[in-house]
């Protein structure tokens, strides 16, 4: 199974690293995406699906924890899971970004592995990037 990932980060450098890595991680990426900032991260948003976006925190015009309330506000967009990538590691800084909506944290520099383990646990697949099987008697199901 593969994923469409959306990179946000105000670095061209940084995002090809990014994909880079998580491309060494093993992640199965169907498209990777690309924005400098969270604005640009939005208009991507309108017209594309992303799986999962991983974003820094501190960028120019729309910084990533303002994106995370931007993508609180929309009905569609909220569920996308949003992993912050930064060199800020603070307790403070971490609450900040979760109690706004991230599903993971991950502190420069990071190894493939880890990216790796955060991407699937947020997205809800199990080690081998698979959804579990649905186990449950289709006679119980009301549809």
Do not use: H
């Amino acid at each position: 199974m593969s994923f469409n990932v959306l990179i946000v980060d105000d670095s061209i450098s940084m995002r090809a690293v990014i994909k880079k890595i998580v491309t060494i991680s093993g992640f199965q990426m169907d498209s990777c995406l690309e924005a400098g900032n969270g604005r640009e991260a939005m208009e991507l948003l309108a017209t594309n699906w992303v799986d999962v976006i991983i974003s820094d925190i501190n960028m120019p015009e729309v910084n990533g924890l303002e994106l995370l309330d931007q993508l609180k506000k929309n009905d569609t967009l909220k569920e996308i899971p949003v992993i912050m990538i930064t060199t800020e590691g603070s307790s403070e800084r971490m609450e900040e970004a979760f109690g706004r909506g991230a599903k993971g944290f991950i502190k420069k520099p990071f190894l493939p592995e880890e990216i790796k383990k955060v991407l699937y646990q947020v997205i809800g697949v199990g080690e081998n990037g698979e959804y579990a099987e649905d186990t449950r008697n289709t006679d119980e199901l009301d549809f």
